[in-house]
Nanobody
Framework: VQLQASGGGLVQSGGSLRLSCAASGINFRLNDMDWYRQAPGKEREVVAS???????NYRDSVKGRFTISRDNVRRTLYLQMNGLQPEDMAVYYCHTMSRGRHFWGQGTLVTVSS
């Protein structure tokens, strides 16, 4: 299983980014997928989740600003982030589970300047 995340970068407060996560080695359309993030000195936390049937869930602090989606043909997970704030600054990781094991992408850094 390989998860390749991309799309991070530097953005001003209020700006937007779209993260992508290309998956291989799994039957992508059958997998629930998540985005997590980890800020310096803090624990990793779930940001958004999407099931195989495309039901979504978000942590309260990003509701209305972030949108998780998936393209099963391209085997790619997305996170559209609008209205970015300094508190959103973190390394973002895509995540899935397969056969009882956790798999993580390599992380992509999102930096928000105030």
């Amino acid at each position: 299983v390989q998860l390749q995340a991309s799309g991070g970068g530097l953005v001003q407060s209020g700006g937007s980014l779209r993260l992508s996560c290309a998956a291989s080695g799994i039957n992508f359309r059958l997998n629930d997928m998540d985005w997590y993030r980890q800020a310096p000195g803090k624990e990793r936390e779930v940001v958004a989740s999407i099931t195989s049937s495309s039901s979504t869930n978000y942590r309260d602090s990003v509701k209305g600003r972030f949108t998780i989606s998936r393209d099963n043909v391209r085997r790619t997970l997305y996170l559209q982030m609008n209205g970015l704030q300094p508190e959103d600054m973190a390394v973002y990781y895509c995540h899935t589970m397969s056969r009882g094991r956790h798999f993580w992408g390599q992380g992509t850094l999102v930096t928000v300047s105030s």
